[in-house]
């Protein structure tokens, strides 16, 4: 089922929300084809938002944390906001220091992005689509990208990101929701998580996030999550490091898994990217404001960002992340939410 809400009156917002029928919902807004929640059942039975909600449409345009939107035209982050492709030089504007971060500062998590289309059935869906003009934030060609989000029966929110252009030009989607498991904010630390992420290396990254170029592995070091591990028990996780993926051929696979020992809330990541940004909330610093009322703190959440690599249009050995014209970029990613019991208690016999 699909419904539609005001979301703020003065302006005119509606939110757009997908329900499976089975205790899951996923709400929208237009501005950065936005996840303002998503609702699904924890050990107690109950319905809860499990990404941060901030208080209104104006705490959304105030939003400098990307929180639930789709960053474009080239998520993350290239190095000294600039890059060349086919001969030409392209300078970006710089907003994360000298670098370009999420598509500039002007990118597509302010843009309103236009609903293509809906589809109003037991497994709903809505399409939001944004044309990226010839030069936008500097970058070559017109990008024509949409996001499919879809609810399916077994509690996945399923999300296709697709592109054409008619120039050559970089092009990095995903999704920048954050994820607190407790449910409508309850505890605001994610320590108690543990985390397992489906990689053997990360990409070596300068002290402004700018890959090195460098594979490092990650066997026996703090950023070594093959294996469930809880994030208290790292002494410093100050995550926000791009994983590369074990994956199979570009095919989907499970990238990363969550879980919440007290909600017993777990949240699985599949995807067919390359890559995946594991960042944990450093730099939230208490100036936005909660649905609940509560500030947006630091290490508050966690986000899980399916992707190419960050400067890829700098690292000719990273994949490659350039569309060109008669070419469509075509990836996905799943949210999917499971309910551990408390006999089932695999990873956490005790809290």
């Known amino acids: 089922m699909i419904k539609t ?41 109950k ?20 929180i639930g939107v789709v960053p474009g035209r080239y998520a993350n982050r290239i190095g000294g906001a600039k890059f060349t492709l086919d001969g030409q030089e392209y300078k970006l504007n710089p907003n994360d220091g000298p670098n370009s971060l999420h598509g500039g500062p002007q990118g597509f998590s302010v843009k309103e992005w236009n609903v293509k289309n809906m589809v109003d059935s037991d497994e709903p869906e809505i399409t939001f689509e944004y044309v990226s003009p010839d030069g936008e934030e500097n970058f070559p060609g017109t990008l024509t990208a949409s996001i499919t989000y879809k609810l399916t029966k077994n509690n996945e ?13 970089p092009v990095n989607l995903t999704q920048h929701a954050y994820f607190n498991l407790s449910g409508d904010y309850k505890d605001t630390t994610i320590d108690k ?70 909600s017993g809330r777990i949240l699985k990541i599949f995807t067919n990217y390359p890559g995946m940004q594991f960042y944990t909330g450093n730099w939230l610093d208490s100036t936005l404001t909660h649905k609940n009322g509560k500030q947006v703190c630091r290490q508050s959440a966690c986000c ?11 690292k000719n050995q990273f994949p490659n992340a350039i569309l060109r014209p008669g070419k469509s970029y075509n990836q996905k990613t ?4 499971e309910v551990e019991n408390d006999n089932d208690r695999i990873f956490f016999p005790e809290i």
């Open 157 to 169: 929110l399923v999300m296709h990101y697709q592109a054409v252009t008619d120039k050559a030009t």
């Open 5 to 45: 809400e005001i979301y703020d009156a003065s302006k005119g917002i509606k939110r757009y929300i997908l329900d499976n029928g089975l205790g899951m919902q996923a709400g929208f807004i237009q501005r950065g084809a936005t996840i303002t929640n998503i609702n699904v059942p924890g050990r107690d039975g």
């Open 334 to 337: 799943i949210f999917k939410f």
């Open 304 to 314: 899980f960002e399916t992707q190419f690599f960050p400067d890829s249009p700098n």
């Open 47 to 66: 319905s809860e938002n499990v990404v941060i909600e901030l208080k209104d449409y104006d705490e959304y345009v105030k939003n400098q944390s990307y």
């Open 193 to 262: 998580y543990a985390i397992m992420i489906n990689a053997d290396a990360i990409t070596e990254v300068t002290d402004d996030c700018i890959p090195t170029g460098v594979i490092l592995p990650v066997y026996d070091t703090d950023f070594d999550f093959r294996k469930f591990r809880r994030l208290k028990t790292i002494k410093n996780f100050n995550f926000d490091h791009n994983y590369v993926l074990n994956t199979k051929n570009g095919e989907m696979f499970l990238a990363a898994e969550a879980e919440d020992p007290v």
